[in-house]
């Protein structure tokens, strides 16, 4: 037994962890060497002797000291300032700058459950910071409120009677939720409860909601202890509108704490507290002591043979160890230094190690202590990061690849004083007679002559003092030729804030020449309205996803709940599809508006081609309620058309069609009817209300604002059938179906 408490003993004194140990008065009365090297401190007693004492440590709040007091322990993330302790002289110190601290406070019981002091337990994690940059950047009151109070924010809806969650809840989805969904969550048990709490909000009786209650569904493992605090809103004539409030989870202080029972029991205490796998070994590298019972996932994912005292190293390292003098180990005892490393176990698992070497008190090296740290989880976040960054990255490279490849001119200039050029297309560089490197980062006044350059000027100072566009011709002489062109302006926001003038230039000349030239400017007019139109729609339509991409990255980075984590990410990649099928709709329609669209007109049998198209269309059709059918009136029907074409419109039609028929059916069919194929997708969905059937096949205009896509899929549609002489259209009756048709003029042959 005593040489059991000798190494225990020894195993505090050397650990690689500071350790403090306080009188129930809160004087610091002993630490560890691993404690005086984290503070920098050259003689144990000049630091016990500088009056340092548990309570009036500037790094605890009142409710820390309070938790103390009431003989709970607190656990906390801080960062260590030397360059404070040393202007206040708190204590003497050889360091400077600051440090990342991992530190608990325990109070120490006697037998008689009476208190005996206090352990304070702090771990130098600036190592692990220095090499996950990215996960620097935590806000501590977020982490406090989402690992330790772990509170959701909740709002119950009196004229919907839905309860809406926020605050990151994995158990309960963000959307609106009715009361008979919310239920299902709740402990067979309580629901009781809950019912008369709605019954009571719903007829206004309550101020304030306090329930307790158990949360418990067939998809959660456990049951979760849920506290329920709420207040009633009320309007400025004291009528309740709503309520609001948190809910709280306190499954995980349902454990209490292990008390100490010992004094001699303290050192024990103490390693049980350190979340991280320690090993004492001899010089010879045979196993003393070890944690690594509590820690059997790390050691299976080591694929360790043993981890138990009497045997060596080797056969707990999973075959890591290299059996000479680079053995991080043998090196810690050889050189009398501490070493760090990182071993890879299998594919996913990663584990940090820490030796230090264990001296007696003549400074001969007895052995070493080792430290094991599983980073699985960090190295995955790190990764998954830089996949969301770039991917984001991605997204902007093909955004500029659209801007670049517009045709028409197309620039950013700087809204102050001087409104230098930031980015300007090829396009509006041959507008301009002049070659990129000649326009980014130039003024109006270096391209242009004075004259044109104070007309555009004077445009920018409008759009500068509050205008949202200005549009104006101008006709300046470029290379001595008199040009005319046509420029609209407009100020938007970017992501971080800022403000720029994002304008977009065409050359006019050849219009103005045109002997239709009136009707050549009204159509200039009326294009560069639908071009401030499209402008308008595009900053918004690409800000949203890259603005999601952007904020869930960080939240992904500053929350460490993996769940929060994997839900997060998943919304960077559906925001990121999400701009993508975006830029790809434009483009192609760009292409199509502008005619650089060749359709690839050959026979085929519009009969075999809807049978295919039935096969495909068939599984996305998961509704059980909605009957899908296709309708062919003949045999065979040999046309010549584009067969990609057609199969693009039939394909816009059917997604449209899922989407909005919860019951009923879907038919999709054609005909042949006085020289047109007349092709048709009928549904049974909720309609189409006689103002919305007005701009059906504008551009970003979607059937339902809350529905996925991006608008543009029916505009594609009528810019393909318009293409080849056809024509669009929808007939719908709202609550009771649609029916959406094209007609595209061919001959063709029918049996």
């Known amino acids: 037994m005593e040489n059991k408490f000798k190494l225990l003993e020894m195993v505090y004194e050397m650990a690689p962890v500071g350790v403090e140990v306080y009188d129930k008065d809160g004087h610091l009365i002993d630490c560890n060497s691993y404690d005086m090297e984290i503070f920098g401190i050259e003689q144990k007693e000049d630091f016990i002797g500088a009056g340092v004492t548990l309570f009036n440590n500037p790094n605890f709040t009142i409710q820390d000291l309070e938790l103390l007091s009431k003989g709970e322990s607190i656990q906390r993330n801080i960062v260590y300032d030397f360059d404070v302790v040393r202007s206040c002289n708190y204590y003497p110190t050889s360091k400077r700058g600051y440090i990342h601290l991992e530190l608990k406070v325990s109070p120490m019981m006697d037998e008689e459950m009476a208190l005996m002091g206090y352990v304070v337990v702090m771990n130098d994690v600036s190592y692990i910071k220095r090499r996950e940059l990215e996960l620097e950047e935590y806000n501590l009151k977020t982490e406090l409120v989402n690992r330790i109070c772990n509170i959701i924010l909740w709002e119950y809806d009196l004229d919907r009677r839905v309860l809406?969650?926020?605050?990151?809840?994995?158990?309960?989805?963000?959307?609106?939720?009715?009361?008979?969904?919310?239920?299902?969550?709740?402990?067979?048990?309580?629901?009781?409860?809950?019912?008369?709490?709605?019954?009571?909000?719903?007829?206004?009786?309550?101020?304030?909601?306090?329930?307790?209650?158990?949360?418990?569904?067939?998809?959660?493992?456990?049951?979760?202890?849920?506290?329920?605090?709420?207040?009633?809103?009320?309007?400025?004539?004291?009528?309740?509108?709503?309520?609001?409030?948190?809910?709280?989870?306190?499954?995980?202080?349902?454990?209490?704490?292990?008390?100490?029972?010992?004094?001699?029991?303290?050192?024990?205490?103490?390693?049980?507290?350190?979340?991280?796998?320690?090993?004492?070994?001899?010089?010879?590298?045979?196993?003393?002591?070890?944690?690594?019972?509590?820690?059997?996932?790390?050691?299976?994912?080591?694929?360790?043979?043993?981890?138990?005292?009497?045997?060596?190293?080797?056969?707990?390292?999973?075959?890591?160890?290299?059996?000479?003098s680079r053995c991080p180990v043998k090196k810690a005892i050889s050189l009398n230094k501490i070493q760090r490393d990182e071993f890879k176990y299998g594919d996913d698992t990663f584990v940090n190690f820490v030796t230090m070497p264990v001296c007696d008190d003549d400074g001969k090296v007895l052995g070493a202590l080792l430290k094991l740290d599983d980073i699985s989880e960090h190295k995955k976040l790190y990764l998954e990061l830089n996949r969301a960054r770039e991917e984001a990255l991605l997204s902007n490279q093909i955004l500029n690849e659209l801007i670049e490849k517009m045709p028409g001119g197309m620039y950013i200039k700087e809204t102050n004083d001087e409104f230098r050029y930031l980015r300007a297309?090829?396009?509006?560089?041959?507008?301009?007679?002049?070659?990129?490197?000649?326009?980014?980062?130039?003024?109006?006044?270096?391209?242009?002559?004075?004259?044109?350059?104070?007309?555009?000027?004077?445009?920018?100072?409008?759009?500068?003092?509050?205008?949202?566009?200005?549009?104006?011709?101008?006709?300046?002489?470029?290379?001595?030729?008199?040009?005319?062109?046509?420029?609209?302006?407009?100020?938007?926001?970017?992501?971080?804030?800022?403000?720029?003038?994002?304008?977009?230039?065409?050359?006019?000349?050849?219009?103005?020449?045109?002997?239709?030239?009136?009707?050549?400017?009204?159509?200039?007019?009326?294009?560069?309205?639908?071009?401030?139109?499209?402008?308008?729609?595009?900053?918004?339509?690409?800000?949203?996803?890259?603005?999601?991409?952007?904020?869930?990255?960080?939240?992904?980075?500053?929350?460490?709940?993996?769940?929060?984590?994997?839900?997060?990410?998943?919304?960077?990649?559906?925001?990121?599809?999400?701009?993508?099928?975006?830029?790809?709709?434009?483009?192609?329609?760009?292409?199509?508006?502008?005619?650089?669209?060749?359709?690839?007109?050959?026979?085929?049998?519009?009969?075999?081609?809807?049978?295919?198209?039935?096969?495909?269309?068939?599984?996305?059709?998961?509704?059980?309620?909605?009957?899908?059918?296709?309708?062919?009136?003949?045999?065979y029907c040999v046309v010549r058309l584009d067969k990609n074409r057609l199969i693009q419109v039939f394909t816009n039609y059917m997604i449209n069609a899922i989407k909005f028929t919860e019951a009923g059916q879907i038919v999709m069919g054609y005909e042949y009817v006085e020289g047109c194929i007349r092709g048709y997708v009928s549904d049974t969905g909720i309609g189409i209300d006689e103002d919305k059937k007005k701009r059906l096949?504008?551009?970003?205009?979607?059937l339902n604002d809350f529905a996925q896509g991006t608008g543009l899929g029916l505009s594609i549609c009528k810019a393909l059938v318009e293409a080849q002489g056809g024509a669009v259209g929808a007939d719908s009756v709202e609550g009771v179906g649609s029916t959406f048709w094209f007609t595209i003029p061919c001959e063709a042959v029918l049996e």
Request: with cysteine; proline share 2%; aromatic share 8%.
């Open 425 to 635: 297309n090829k396009a509006f560089c041959e507008i301009a007679g002049r070659e990129q490197l000649e326009v980014i980062g130039h003024t109006d006044f270096e391209i242009f002559e004075k004259e044109f350059a104070e007309q555009y000027h004077i445009y920018d100072l409008r759009l500068v003092a509050g205008e949202t566009v200005v549009s104006y011709e101008s006709s300046p002489v470029i290379n001595g030729v008199k040009e005319y062109w046509h420029v609209t302006k407009s100020i938007i926001k970017t992501l971080d804030g800022n403000t720029v003038i994002l304008g977009i230039a065409n050359n006019i000349t050849k219009l103005r020449e045109n002997i239709e030239l009136k009707a050549a400017k009204e159509k200039a007019e009326l294009s560069d309205k639908l071009k401030s139109a499209f402008l308008a729609n595009m900053s918004h339509e690409i800000r949203t996803p890259l603005n999601a991409i952007i904020g869930f990255s960080e939240l992904a980075i500053e929350t460490e709940d993996e769940e929060e984590k994997s839900h997060f990410l998943e919304i960077v990649r559906s925001n990121n599809e999400q701009l993508l099928r975006l830029i790809n709709d434009v483009l192609d329609l760009s292409k199509i508006e502008a005619g650089f669209t060749g359709f690839k007109n050959k026979e085929f049998d519009l009969a075999a081609c809807l049978e295919e198209l039935e096969h495909t269309m068939r599984p996305r059709v998961t509704n059980p309620n909605v009957i899908f059918k296709v309708v062919s009136p003949y045999r």
């Open 164 to 324: 809406n969650v926020y605050s990151g809840d994995s158990i309960i989805p963000y959307a609106d939720i009715s009361q008979e969904t919310y239920l299902r969550y709740v402990h067979p048990e309580d629901r009781q409860k809950v019912k008369d709490v709605f019954v009571k909000a719903d007829n206004l009786e309550l101020d304030i909601i306090h329930l307790a209650i158990r949360f418990q569904s067939p998809d959660m493992e456990g049951v979760k202890q849920i506290v329920l605090d709420g207040v009633a809103v009320k309007d400025e004539k004291g009528r309740i509108i709503k309520y609001t409030g948190i809910r709280r989870d306190l499954s995980e202080w349902a454990e209490l704490n292990e008390q100490l029972m010992q004094q001699n029991k303290i050192n024990s205490l103490i390693l049980k507290n350190i979340n991280s796998g320690l090993v004492y070994m001899s010089s010879d590298c045979m196993i003393k002591w070890s944690n690594l019972d509590e820690f059997a996932s790390l050691v299976k994912k080591m694929g360790a043979n043993s981890h138990q005292p009497g045997d060596y190293c080797n056969r707990m390292l999973g075959g890591k160890c290299t059996g000479s």
């Open 697 to 702: 096949f504008n551009r970003f205009e979607k």
